[in-house]
């Protein structure tokens, strides 16, 4: 069966946390603090065998990354299938929110907004299998475990995608700084798939012209932009402030 690494604290404690399948976990000999005693007593309590290792061993598992003294060996991430995201949040009685991240390249990037989108509450997560990202352990660490909980959909034609969804009543936005001004008018207590394009270029010109709407951030200050991640955070945030607002809460 093919394995992953998964490495950092936290990322490898939510990895146990969630259920995910786990071979073994590495430990740096020596070291200590209360995150890696849960880790230890997390991998007792469900069988996981703990090796502890010198730290060269670490740096050769996960070089370039700061793994803080704890990796895993892990099964791969698993992808959820698009239907069964959509009846999950249907049976819950909630409006489908969906996140798709349209030829994002940067692990920061994408990491960090599928950490913002399990904050969020975001149903699902959509990622081309073309031009994305690969779901490494650069992504899974900046997620800080996150990606263990949000459930990921591999999805091909972009287009395609969203004009399916669209026929289910979806309403498609997408953060663009020739739109709408995201707090004007701008009504999210809907079915929403939330657009995030790519570093630099953003949303591939077909993927704009699937969208219903197109919101920008307003920018007060010297630079006109924000990279991928905290600007959809904020949408991300819109839309849960709009139906916080709506539902009264």
Known sequence: MTQEIVAGRNAVFEALASGRSINKIYVRTGTQGGSVVKIIAAAKELNVPVEYVQGDKLDKLAPEIRHQGVAALVAPVSFSMLEDVLDKAYSSGEKPFLLLLDELQDPQNVGALIRSADAAGVHGVLLPKRRSCPLNMSVEKISAGAISYVPIVQIGNISQTLQKLKKEGFWVVGADMEGETLYFE?????????????????????????????????????????????????????VVRQRLQKAGK
């Open 186 to 238: 701008t009504d999210l207590d809907r079915p929403i798939v939330l657009v995030i394009g790519s570093e630099g270029k953003g949303m591939n010109r077909l993927v704009k012209e699937n969208c219903d709407m197109l919101m920008r951030i307003p920018m007060r200050g010297g630079v006109n932009s924000l990279n991928a991640s905290a600007a959809g955070a904020i949408l991300l945030y819109e």
